[in-house]
């Protein structure tokens, strides 16, 4: 390959489209949906950025990694809140209910009130139900 040949077989479409041949190039990275991140110093210099280069540059490349990450942890905690929030099934929603308290959705109503265990059992019946 000669040196335009080699200058052009980059990952880099904007480095590329620097060199020669820009209308094809830039042409068929668009056809192709081609997304171009930048990585060089020729691409950053052609659209205005800073240069990923010099002592602040693996701090800028921590800092972007680190805000993508915390991104994607606050977006897994949000997703856990939400599920807690919201039951996923009738099934979930209803189990739920029943594990709250009688006093949740009564109050302090006398007549909600639930009468013991003890109540309405044969003993309580006496002689009625004894057949002698």
């Keep these: 390959l000669g040196i335009t040949k080699a200058s052009l077989q980059t990952r880099s479409f904007i480095s590329a489209a620097s060199f020669q ?3 094809r190039v830039l042409t068929d990275a668009s ?9 060089g ?3 950053n210099v052609i659209v205005g950025r800073l240069i990923p280069a010099g002592t602040g540059a693996g701090m800028s490349r921590l800092r972007v990694t680190a805000t993508s ?3 994607a942890l606050r977006a897994a ?3 856990w809140q939400e599920s807690l929030i919201a039951p996923a099934s009738a099934a979930e929603e209803r189990a739920a209910e029943l594990r709250q308290p009688v006093e949740a959705d009564v109050g302090d109503d006398v007549l909600a009130t639930v009468v013991g265990e003890t109540h309405g059992t044969d003993e309580d019946a006496g002689e009625y139900l004894n057949k002698e």
């Design 21 to 23: 041949e820009t209308t």
């Design 69 to 71: 990450r915390d991104a």
């Design 41 to 43: 110093l020729k691409e």
């Design 77 to 79: 905690q949000r997703n």
């Design 31 to 39: 056809v192709q949906g081609k997304i171009d991140t930048l990585n």
